[in-house]
């Protein structure tokens, strides 16, 4: 690590920072406790019923895999500028990366925990972020361009709600190839005549954008790799929730189509970032959606939905608590790199290995 960053003040945690946290899990708990007032005679009778506790387990096995699926895109993807990096080291970062961003509100993310652990790998930090940034792309372009397959096959049976709705998903399937394009053809750069300046946010833009086409442009092969399994992720995902449906509500007329119609763009809200994969907002969001296709209560199924997430979690949590040491080191080094990107000055010095 350079002098001037190791002398650097470290930053220091916000109050402010802290209260809008608290206000964005009042916030989502707010929210989840409005849905279960309004839905609290449905769930009474879910309670009165005894569940299929075989499609509960099925829906838990396939929704981890998926969530493995995404660490594997993500091996994929960093090999191409560390041909070193292991499995291992994905897993491990990948469990760990999974309870920070859902089980600790508030805390850095987890994307910014894996980037800290391949700087100390002497991996450049441009780099590093391009690697979380594009694998973020391309884990957000699988989901629509599920929903846009799914549409393809449904548009003759869909109603006019759901056919604007599939409509708005092929826009956002090409505006996001039309994106990488320009990512890869370094537009931005030439249209604008942007050139990585150091310590500006629209530099430290500029240079992870560059980094990302430089990197990844000669190797198109690996970013198709990763949408595809992207895609059969949120497929798997797509899945579980459809099974949780049925575990709700065994007469459920809704059909597996149906679900891979609306699912990808319920799934997609939880990208807000709201606390706990934003609790209760997604909630509302699938009662809307998949009421158009005759679901019973789409926000049960997501509760139901978000067992699985947690069960994913608890095996996240025992990872990082056998590995606290460790952890605590990475945090240290993703806040400094948090601190970086706000101030727009992600340097490219290689670190002192913790």
Same mark, same amino acid.
């Given at each position: 690590?350079?002098?001037?960053?190791?002398?650097?003040?470290?930053?220091?945690? /916000?109050? *402010?920072?802290?209260?809008?946290n608290?206000?964005?899990?009042?916030?989502?708990?707010?929210?989840?406790? $409005?849905?279960?007032?309004?839905?609290?005679?449905?769930? %009474?009778?879910?309670?009165?019923?005894?569940?299929d506790?075989?499609l509960?387990?099925a829906?838990?096995?396939?929704?981890?895999?998926?969530?493995?699926?995404?660490?594997?895109?993500?091996?994929?993807?960093?090999?191409?500028?560390?041909?070193?990096?292991?499995?291992?080291?994905?897993?491990?970062?990948?469990?760990?990366g999974?309870?920070?961003?859902?089980?600790? +509100?508030?805390?850095v993310?987890?994307?910014?925990?894996?980037?800290?652990?391949?700087v100390?790998?002497?991996?450049?930090?441009?780099?590093?972020?391009a /690697?979380?940034?594009?694998?973020r792309?391309?884990?957000?372009?699988?989901?629509?361009?599920?929903?846009?397959?799914?549409?393809? !096959?449904?548009?003759?049976?869909?109603?006019?709600?759901?056919?604007?709705l599939?409509?708005?998903a092929?826009?956002?399937?090409?505006?996001?190839?039309?994106?990488?394009?320009?990512?890869?053809?370094?537009?931005?750069?030439?249209?604008?005549?942007?050139? +990585?300046?150091?310590?500006?946010?629209?530099?430290?833009?500029?240079?992870e954008?560059?980094?990302? *086409?430089?990197?990844?442009?000669?190797?198109?092969?690996?970013?198709?790799?990763?949408?595809?399994?992207?895609?059969?992720?949120?497929?798997?995902? !797509?899945? *579980?929730?459809?099974?949780?449906g049925?575990?709700?509500?065994? &007469?459920?007329?809704?059909?597996?189509?149906?679900?891979?119609?609306?699912?990808?763009?319920? $799934?997609?809200?939880?990208?807000?970032?709201?606390?706990?994969?934003?609790?209760?907002? /997604?909630?509302?969001?699938?009662?809307?959606?998949?009421?158009?296709?005759?679901?019973?209560?789409?926000?049960? *199924?997501?509760?139901?939905? %978000?067992?699985?997430?947690?069960?994913?979690?608890?095996?996240?949590?025992?990872?990082?608590? &056998?590995?606290?040491?460790?952890?605590?080191?990475?945090?240290?080094?993703?806040?400094?790199?948090?601190?970086?990107?706000?101030?727009?000055?992600?340097?490219?010095?290689?670190?002192?290995t913790?």
């Amino acid at each position: 690590m350079s002098t001037s960053h190791a002398t650097a003040e470290k930053p220091k945690k /916000s109050g *402010a920072g802290t209260i809008v946290n608290l206000a964005l899990i009042a916030l989502a708990f707010g929210l989840l406790a $409005l849905i279960v007032y309004q839905k609290r005679e449905m769930i %009474r009778d879910v309670f009165t019923r005894k569940p299929d506790y075989r499609l509960l387990l099925a829906g838990i096995a396939i929704f981890q895999l998926s969530v493995m699926l995404t660490f594997v895109r993500w091996y994929a993807l960093v090999r191409v500028i560390e041909p070193k990096f292991t499995l291992r080291s994905t897993f491990l970062l990948g469990f760990i990366g999974y309870v920070f961003n859902l089980v600790i +509100p508030g805390a850095v993310g987890g994307d910014l925990i894996k980037a800290a652990y391949l700087v100390q790998m002497h991996i450049k930090k441009t780099q590093a972020v391009a /690697s979380m940034v594009i694998d973020r792309i391309l884990g957000l372009m699988g989901l629509f361009v599920l929903a846009s397959v799914a549409g393809v !096959v449904a548009w003759g049976m869909a109603t006019p709600v759901v056919q604007r709705l599939i409509v708005a998903a092929w826009v956002a399937t090409g505006a996001g190839f039309v994106l990488l394009a320009c990512i890869f053809g370094q537009v931005f750069t030439r249209v604008f005549g942007l050139k +990585p300046a150091p310590h500006s946010k629209l530099g430290t833009i500029t240079a992870e954008l560059n980094t990302m *086409a430089s990197t990844y442009r000669s190797r198109l092969d690996v970013v198709g790799l990763s949408l595809g399994l992207s895609t059969l992720g949120h497929s798997m995902n !797509v899945f *579980a929730f459809y099974l949780m449906g049925k575990m709700l509500f065994p &007469a459920m007329t809704t059909t597996l189509g149906q679900h891979f119609l609306m699912g990808p763009l319920t $799934l997609f809200t939880m990208a807000v970032p709201l606390p706990f994969g934003a609790l209760g907002l /997604s909630e509302g969001v699938a009662d809307q959606l998949l009421g158009l296709v005759g679901h019973p209560s789409g926000a049960l *199924a997501m509760m139901a939905f %978000r067992i699985l997430m947690f069960c994913c979690g608890l095996t996240g949590a025992l990872v990082y608590l &056998a590995n606290l040491r460790q952890v605590r080191g990475l945090t240290a080094a993703a806040h400094e790199i948090e601190h970086d990107l706000i101030e727009g000055d992600l340097a490219d010095e290689v670190p002192a290995t913790v």
